[in-house]
């Protein structure tokens, strides 16, 4: 099935069951007492782990579905427990597609004064890391959020893409930057301006997937799973810097980068966790992390 075809199917085409998640946390939203799009867990110490809950829709992205999103986010960011943290969706689909038929009414005038989709972007601010762990499916603002992440992990047969071209517009949640900045211009040109798709295994030989599992959503959500879980074993405050730092090479040319990290460098050494971390190595002893 094409994936303009997936974006414009109506939601009542779809229908798979939810998937059964380890320790559901019941988290307060501003509107209701459990949330109706996302399921949100804590599957391992440290990790939390959001997984977007549209079965029958192949996860679409709606607004609602981003009200819940963001909120269990922020939790997440505000909770010491935690770490690191894990986007999923299920097998057929991480998410197919913005929701059509929120968008197709809208006027210049809706979208422009209300900022429509700028909510999207709230995962940004985070400062603890988000890996996406992608099955199935990942077009149009799919493809952006999943792009979002730190860390993109996907099985070898995820379908990646921008198609929008084909409903006469273009990404708008930062596909064509994000995208160009992790296959060059050339091949984010070609996707952007076709609508193709671009398979796991290919996202993964191209740069835009750090790493492609055979197998389906199991698998590379228990990579995705591991991976932060080791991220949650270290200290909070070095995870928040070398985070920072990575994401600033986005933003500035190699020597101000490198200048911009020593700066970040030389202030680790006023944490209490720099001198625990070096004095554990030299000892050959675990560090035992005071998170500051």
């Known amino acids: 099935m094409s994936s303009l075809r997936l974006m414009l199917r109506p939601v009542a085409a779809f229908s798979s069951a939810p998937r059964t998640l380890p320790r559901l946390v019941r988290f307060q939203t501003t509107s209701s007492s459990s949330y109706e799009n996302i399921l949100v867990s804590t599957p391992k110490p440290g990790v939390g782990l959001i997984t977007l809950n549209r079965p029958k829709a192949l996860n679409a992205l709606s607004s609602p579905l981003f009200v819940e999103l963001n909120d ?94 084909k409903l006469g517009t273009i990404p708008g949640a930062g596909g064509s930057q994000r995208m160009t900045a992790a296959l060059g211009k050339s091949k984010a040109m070609e996707l952007i301006l076709t609508g193709n798709n671009l398979s796991g295994e290919e996202a993964e030989k191209h740069g835009l997937a750090a790493k492609a599992f055979d197998g389906g ?57 720099q001198k625990i971390g070096m004095k554990a190595f030299a000892e050959k002893k675990k560090a035992e992390w005071t998170q500051s």
């Not at 505000?78 to 097998?91: F, M, N, P, R």
């Not at 933003?251 to 966790?273: A, C, K, N, P, T």
């Open 217 to 273: 959503n199991k698998e590379v959500l228990d990579g995705a799973l591991e991976t932060a879980a080791k991220i949650a074993s270290y200290s909070r405050v070095a995870v928040i810097a070398a985070k920072e730092v990575v994401n600033k090479s986005q933003d500035l040319g190699i020597r101000e980068g490198v200048e911009y990290e020593r700066r970040i460098f030389h202030s680790l050494f006023g944490s209490q966790d």
């Open 72 to 165: 269990a986010l922020r939790k997440f960011e505000e909770d010491t427990e935690i770490g690191a943290i894990v986007l999923t969706g299920s097998d057929r689909a991480f998410a197919a597609g913005a929701d059509i038929k929120e968008m197709a009414p809208l006027t210049f005038s809706d979208a422009y004064v209300n900022n429509f989709i700028a909510p999207w972007s709230y995962m940004m601010t985070l400062r603890k890391p988000v890996i996406a762990a992608v099955s199935g499916h990942a077009l149009g603002g799919g493809c952006e959020l999943a792009m979002m992440c730190d860390v993109l992990y996907c099985t070898k047969t995820a379908n990646f893409g921008q198609p929008e071209i």
